[in-house]
């Protein structure tokens, strides 16, 4: 891979939502904090099925990092928390924070795609991630100390397919990084397990870009 141009293909998605539908069937919160490390457990208690890292907001000497999160509409809302703040908002709201449908069908990719059923039978997705990275099993190059994925995109409704490369730290000092989950690569502690960090970008081929329109249901 390290001699490999960068595979990009991209689908013309042709969709829209219903939005009655989709406010019957999830709630979506603005989760702002000053401490971003305590996200991790948090959205897993509560029940998060898909997040999205917004614009970081700075005021003054305060770093204050903004998620999207999506959960049902069925789960528990978290208790509050004063080092993290929700505030829920509808379908109709979310352009106010500059969120487009483009990003929610992706929203609704990772919930499908980084999720699972639990013991009780409720989809969940533990350690959400914000970057969706499907992994590739049967690449034939890759080594026991990388991992070859695509990462999902879409772009006024364009989907785009961009092949990414894992490899392994060997630092035990390090204790977080992406690990393979669900058939994705999703940011989380080490637990006796390989974890990975991205590579940088290669260069992507302009010639290994494909359009086509498909339909959405």
Request: proline share 3%; hydrophobic share 40%.
């Given at each position: 891979m390290n001699t490999e141009e960068k595979l990009a293909k991209t689908n013309y998605i042709d969709f829209e939502f219903n939005d009655p539908g989709i406010n019957q069937q999830f709630r979506f919160a603005i989760i702002t904090t000053q401490i971003p490390k305590k996200l991790g457990s948090w959205f897993k208690k509560a029940q998060a099925l898909a997040i999205k890292k917004l614009t970081v907001m700075i005021n003054g000497n305060v770093r204050q990092t903004r998620y999207l999160m999506m959960i049902s509409r069925t789960a528990k809302i978290m208790a509050t928390d004063p080092d993290i703040q929700q505030k829920f908002v509808n379908f109709e709201q979310l352009g106010q924070y500059g969120i487009t449908d483009?990003?929610?069908?992706?929203?609704?990719?990772?919930?499908?795609?980084?999720?699972?059923?639990?013991?009780?039978?409720?989809?969940?997705?533990?350690?959400?991630?914000?970057?969706?990275?499907?992994?590739?099993?049967?690449?034939?190059?890759?080594?026991?100390?990388?991992?070859?994925?695509?990462?999902?995109?879409?772009?006024?409704?364009?989907?785009?397919?961009?092949?990414?490369?894992?490899?392994?730290?060997?630092?035990?000092?390090?204790?977080?990084?992406?690990?393979?989950?669900?058939?994705?690569?999703?940011?989380?502690?080490?637990?006796?397990?390989?974890?990975?960090?991205?590579?940088?970008?290669?260069?992507?081929?302009?010639?290994?870009?494909?359009?086509?329109?498909?339909?959405?249901?």
């Open positions: 483009d990003d929610l069908l992706l929203m609704l990719m990772k919930c499908r795609f980084q999720g699972k059923l639990d013991e009780n039978r409720d989809w969940c997705n533990f350690n959400a991630t914000d970057r969706l990275f499907l992994i590739m099993p049967n690449h034939t190059k890759e080594k026991p100390q990388q991992r070859v994925a695509l990462e999902v995109m879409i772009d006024q409704h364009v989907l785009k397919l961009i092949s990414r490369t894992f490899t392994e730290i060997e630092d035990d000092t390090v204790n977080v990084g992406y690990a393979v989950s669900e058939g994705c690569m999703k940011w989380q502690y080490r637990n006796r397990q390989q974890i990975f960090r991205l590579k940088v970008d290669c260069k992507i081929n302009p010639n290994a870009v494909r359009t086509k329109k498909i339909s959405f249901l």
